[in-house]
């Protein structure tokens, strides 16, 4: 998208709607399913959401339908839920930001407002008359 020409009130924006990625997971966490989970501590096993030290002793898990539940034998076992979290998405340039899902051109960079996920404006009243006449 270039500059905005002097004078200039609304512009279409080109090429928009870049899926975004995903920043890298955190020493210590990879990437699942877009979801950054902490490895499992020395000795326990990843059971995917979880971690047990449970192993060896007639250990069996299963979901019921909304948890992973695990059941062990006659051994004492120490099972925990994994630590997660969902990486900030970021757009291949600068002069873009993320909106429903998608990375857009952001007009502030050329000095005018974003108008919907489309459209540049030189304000919101500029905005709102050029979508009413499309309307």
């Known amino acids: ?42 000795g326990y096993r990843d059971m995917g959401v979880t971690c047990t030290g449970c192993f060896d002793c007639g ?5 019921d339908g909304w948890l992973l539940k695990t059941r062990c034998g006659p ?8 630590d997660n979290y969902i990486p900030k998405q970021i757009c291949g340039h ?6 429903l899902g998608l990375c857009q051109w952001d007009c ?7 108008c ?7 304000d919101a009243s500029s905005c709102a008359t050029e979508v009413a006449g499309i309307v």
């Open 59 to 63: 250990c069996r898990s299963w979901w």
């Open 1 to 42: 998208m270039g500059a905005a020409a002097e004078g200039t009130n609304f512009c279409w924006k080109e090429n928009n709607g870049t899926v975004p990625l995903r920043e890298h997971c955190a020493d210590g966490y990879r990437n699942v399913g877009d979801v950054c989970w902490d490895d499992c501590r020395s």
């Open 75 to 82: 051994c004492n076992c120490d099972t925990y839920s994994k």
């Open 108 to 114: 502030n960079v050329i000095g005018m407002d974003n």
């Open 94 to 99: 600068s002069n873009e930001y993320v909106y």
């Open 116 to 122: 919907g996920t489309s459209a540049c404006a030189a």
